[in-house]
């Protein structure tokens, strides 16, 4: 007896259709999270439109570039905190431009930003 080789392509067809739609289920009940990532979306944008407009808001930055690791208020999450940390801004502007370990990836920030996010960071206290 010989074996349809249709059968193996409509069971995997079948199990992507219903991943689709219970995915589209789930995307549906997080609206509110959806909502909140757009949010971040626009802060960032905010951010990046106010460096190029020569103001320069560095809390916004930080909000937008950094707290994702160094948390919402920057005393730490995934990455250290940097309340505190005694560097001078010559020392956060070379951590911003190169990137520092594995974790601190390099150019976050530059120009306008940079100088005034290593002015922001040195000064946590």
Known sequence: M???????????????LGLI????????????????SGD????????????ASGDVDPKAIAQAK?????????????GPSLHGTGLKE????KI????KGTGMP???VSGAELDAMAKYISELK
């Open 2 to 16: 010989k074996k349809n080789p249709i059968i193996p392509y409509l069971l995997i067809m079948a199990f992507g």
């Open 21 to 36: 739609f219970f995915m589209s289920i789930e995307g549906a009940d997080n609206k509110a999270d959806i909502a909140k």
């Open 40 to 51: 971040k979306a626009k802060t960032e944008q905010k951010a990046e439109d106010g460096a």
């Open 66 to 78: 950094c707290s994702s690791c160094h948390g919402g208020d920057l005393k730490g999450q995934v």
């Open 90 to 93: 010559a020392d956060v502007k």
């Open 96 to 99: 911003l431009t190169n990137g």
């Open 106 to 108: 390099a150019g976050l």
